[in-house]
């Protein structure tokens, strides 16, 4: 069965502690992977797409990469804004369960 | 470049009735699909619409139906609702296959 499936469900860290989020993902003809940032009560809002094993993409504290199985992003000195659910989705085609997959998300919480 | 717009933001529904959603989408983009979010189950596909015709859909029950008008904005109905369907409904549009914008969604809640 296609699935994604990320960890930890929930992080807290303090202000300038770096972390790492995963996602694993099981699924056949994968053609890219996303990642979004989700406030409460709001969309989740596009942060990168990766398409190939090794690919890497940074966007302030946020590095995301990709391997054959999995991606990590990256959170390097959080700061409290970046407290929000960090979802990981899996694109392909044809699949019963549409274009993307996401996962349950993890919940990132930074303290000052 | 204004984004994807979802009508209402809020709605309250009685078990038993049936409710209509709106989104709107990116001007130019002719994909719009629809998730419903639970604290429990996440983001769950429903179904996608792509110039007037579903392309896919998820695995819900027949009472969640869709539909898309020529000018791509897309409503979604759900009829005989249950104390289970209150989630978050969000729709997403797209341009091409690597860019899903969404909307902030409209917050069900069926009492």
């Known amino acids: 069965e296609d699935q994604v499936t990320q960890s930890p469900e929930a992080l807290r860290l303090q202000e300038g502690e770096s972390s790492s989020l995963n996602c694993s993902y099981t699924?056949?003809?994968?053609?890219?992977l996303f990642w979004y940032r989700q406030d409460p009560g709001k969309g989740p809002e596009f942060l990168f797409t990766l398409y190939s094993a090794g690919e890497e993409k940074e966007k302030e504290r946020l590095k995301a990469t990709l391997t054959k199985k999995e991606s990590f992003l990256h959170i390097t000195a959080p700061k409290p804004e970046d407290s929000a659910t960090y979802l990981c989705?899996?694109?392909?085609?044809?699949?019963?369960?549409?274009?993307?997959?996401f996962g349950k998300g993890t919940k990132l919480s930074v303290k000052p | 470049k204004a984004g994807v717009t979802q009508t209402p933001r809020y709605l309250i529904k009685t078990r038993g009735q049936q409710v209509t959603l709106s989104c709107s989408p990116i001007s130019g983009h002719r994909s719009v699909s629809w998730y419903q979010q639970t604290p429990g189950q996440g983001l769950q596909f429903l179904f996608e619409?792509?110039?007037?015709?579903?392309?896919n859909k998820g695995n819900f029950p027949g009472r969640f139906s869709g539909r898309q008008f020529s000018n791509s904005r897309s409503e979604m109905n759900v009829s005989t609702l249950e104390l289970g369907d209150s989630a978050l409904y969000l729709c997403?549009?797209?341009?091409?296959?690597?860019?899903?914008?969404f909307g902030s969604g409209t917050r069900l809640t069926v009492v």
């Open positions: 619409y792509f110039s007037e015709t579903q392309r």
């Open positions: 989705a899996v694109f392909y085609y044809g699949g019963s369960q549409g274009n993307l997959i």
């Open positions: 699924v056949s003809g994968l053609r890219g």
């Open positions: 997403a549009s797209s341009l091409t296959a690597d860019g899903y914008t």
